[in-house]
């Protein structure tokens, strides 16, 4: 497993997202809530580019919404930009086939620099 820096926090406000070349790997790195994540590139669907999707949130209807649909989760959601397929970052998981999900790399900060470990 390597290591690798791929950028200043400073780059990666919350709220924001960035796509970055790692060896032969595109990797999106998003900074949600302050909390980073990186997932890979690739849809699995038919491989499209993931994370140059847009970030978005999604409807619920629960207790917690009065059992009335509402936009829930903000940020913490990539659609694919081939056919909209929706993960959550944070997970990595379809929303749509919770049995479906994309890898998740372990993402870091050490002195002042995010890191991607793949």
């Not at 924001?16 to 909390?35: D, I, K, M, P, S």
């Not at 140059?52 to 694919?80: D, L, N, P």
Request: net charge positive.
């Amino acid at each position: 497993m390597a290591e690798h820096v791929v950028g200043p926090v400073a780059d990666f406000p919350p709220g924001t997202h960035r796509v970055v070349r790692l060896g032969r790997a595109e990797v999106g790195v998003f900074n949600v809530g302050g909390r980073f994540y990186a997932l890979p590139n690739v849809c699995p669907h038919q491989y499209g580019p993931l994370c140059k999707g847009s970030v978005t949130g999604t409807t619920a209807c629960s207790a917690q919404t009065g059992w009335r649909f509402a936009w829930v989760r903000e940020g913490e959601v990539v659609a694919c930009p081939w056919h909209g397929l929706e993960f959550d970052i944070t997970t990595g998981r379809c929303l749509a086939s919770p049995r479906l999900r994309v890898r998740q790399y372990p993402v870091g900060v050490i002195d002042g620099q995010v890191t991607v470990t793949l």
